[in-house]
């Protein structure tokens, strides 16, 4: 794996669980305007917006430079869009990374030919 495709599912990776985050933030918001006087989902929806419109961009960054398969990245894409589903996403991702630089290293040794 090149300096590049691991910067990219690092980024990728780093936005994910702070998206999940505001997400479940924005939906207590929400709840909270419909029962309270308490009204942030205009921050907690601006917050949200500027991190899934991140998480996008470096999916397709990461999509781009890993040629991961059609179901993978659309496994990743569907994960960006659940509640919960960006802490899922940053674990197999972390995984993903350690994977490759475990394989990586391989190869500069010359213990495998992957």
């Keep these: 794996m090149d300096i590049k495709t691991a910067s990219a599912l690092r980024r990728l990776r780093l936005v994910s ?14 709840v909270l305007k419909r029962t309270t006087d308490f009204n942030a989902v205009p921050v907690m929806g601006a917050v949200h917006g500027i991190l899934f419109v991140l998480y996008v961009i470096f999916w397709a960054d990461a999509w781009n430079r890993t040629k991961w398969p059609v179901g993978t990245a659309a ?11 960006g ?28």
Excluded: H, Q, W
């Design 87 to 114: 802490f899922f996403a940053e674990r197999k991702l972390k995984r993903e990374a350690e994977a490759g630089v475990i394989a990586a290293r391989a190869r500069k040794e010359g213990i495998v030919n992957a």
């Design 75 to 85: 496994l990743y894409f569907v994960l960006s869009v659940l509640p919960t589903g």
């Design 17 to 30: 669980a702070p998206e999940a985050i505001s997400f479940l933030l924005l939906l207590v918001c929400s």
